[in-house]
């Protein structure tokens, strides 16, 4: 969609038509800042495609720290 999301709690989601729930993104991906200016309601799609970046570079990081111990599933 563009601009603002139209999901709605427990309603068919945008797109795929499944139950959306709504979930609580960390802005700045940080758990324990939970500081009302770091939070924001989010539908879990658009959380997962906020969080996308984020979710990369730590699989990245966790793919060079296995491959530097040696580890054969790397």
Avoid: W
Avoid at 49 to 66: L, T
């Amino acid at each position: 969609h563009e601009g603002r999301c139209t999901n709605e709690q427990h309603k068919p989601a945008y797109g795929s038509g499944s139950r959306v729930v709504l979930t609580t993104a960390h802005l700045d991906h940080t758990p324990e800042h939970c500081d009302d200016d770091n939070l924001r309601a989010m539908c879990q799609g658009c959380h997962l495609h906020y969080d996308r970046e984020h979710h990369a570079e730590n699989a990245r990081a966790k793919r060079r720290s296995r491959k530097a111990i040696g580890d054969l599933f790397a």
